[in-house]
Nanobody
Framework: QVQLVESGGGLVQAGGSLRLSCAAS????????MGWFRQGPGKEREFVAA????????YYSDSAKGRFTVSRDNTENTAFLQMNSLKPEDTGVYYC????????????????????WGQGTQVTVSS
């Protein structure tokens, strides 16, 4: 089992940047592909980005592509989401999630494939 704790959210003006972190407990972080999701006001939780266990594969939603960068440090048991050029529509609660997968190179965008979730961190982008 792994516990996930997000941090780094906050209030930022449009065009600004934030870096979210997702700290994982335990010594098995490298066995999980990691994903980032967000849930805006009145919206369903949606996929943002994911990174494979070995970091060889990353994948982004269309809205995140070119502005967000997902990364991970397996020695520090932490995943990151660097968000640049933020827009008001990026506002929401951001969640990291862990997918226990035997494959080191794959990622998934499906919420139901993720086994563990953090509690979320609020990101608010003002116009």
């Amino acid at each position: 089992q792994v516990q996930l704790v997000e941090s780094g959210g906050g209030l930022v003006q449009a065009g600004g940047s934030l870096r979210l972190s997702c700290a994982a407990s335990g010594r098995t972080f490298s066995l999980y592909a990691m994903g980032w999701f967000r849930q805006g006001p009145g919206k369903e939780r949606e996929f943002v980005a994911a990174i494979a266990r070995s970091s060889t594969t990353t994948y982004y939603s269309d809205s995140a592509k070119g502005r967000f960068t997902v990364s991970r440090d397996n020695t520090e048991n932490t995943a990151f989401l660097q968000m640049n050029s933020l827009k008001p529509e990026d506002t929401g609660v951001y969640y990291c999630a862990a997918d226990r997968t035997p494959a080191t190179w794959t990622v998934t965008t499906a919420r139901d494939k993720y086994d563990y979730w953090g509690q979320g961190t609020q990101v608010t982008v003002s116009s």
